[in-house]
Nanobody, 113 residues
Framework: QLVESGGGLVQPGGSLRLSCVTS????????MTWYRQGPVNLREWVAT???????TYAEIVKGRFTISRDNAKNTVYLQMSSLKPEDSAVYFC?????????WGKGTLVTVSS
């Protein structure tokens, strides 16, 4: 199970930190990924953190977003700063076992003045 939280309404230029708490898995064994889906867009990849905390980012968020993990808390985070209206979306965390993807229900981020 994955449960995202931390979304909300924020002004352009503001910051938010999203959290995704997992249960039922050995969290430290899996790469974790954040995706997002806007109102008219397909779900798009945002960032990934590996089991050894190597990170990769989509170009559109690089330098503004930071993914991190706390294995003791079974939690992955997404620190978002310098937010733009186009960052508005439902944000989902994800992990994969083989070909099967596991998703949370998402948390809504709205960037608006």
């Amino acid at each position: 199970q994955l449960v995202e939280s931390g979304g909300g309404l924020v002004q352009p230029g503001g910051s938010l930190r999203l959290s995704c708490v997992t249960s039922g898995i050995i969290f430290g064994l899996y790469n974790m990924t954040w995706y997002r889906q806007g109102p008219v867009n397909l779900r798009e990849w945002v960032a990934t953190i590996t089991t050894i905390s190597d990170t990769t980012y989509a170009e559109i968020v690089k330098g503004r977003f930071t993914i991190s993990r706390d294995n003791a808390k079974n939690t992955v985070y997404l620190q978002m700063s310098s937010l733009k209206p186009e960052d508005s979306a439902v944000y989902f965390c994800n992990f994969r076992i083989g070909l099967r993807n596991y998703w949370g229900k998402g948390t809504l981020v709205t960037v608006s003045s």
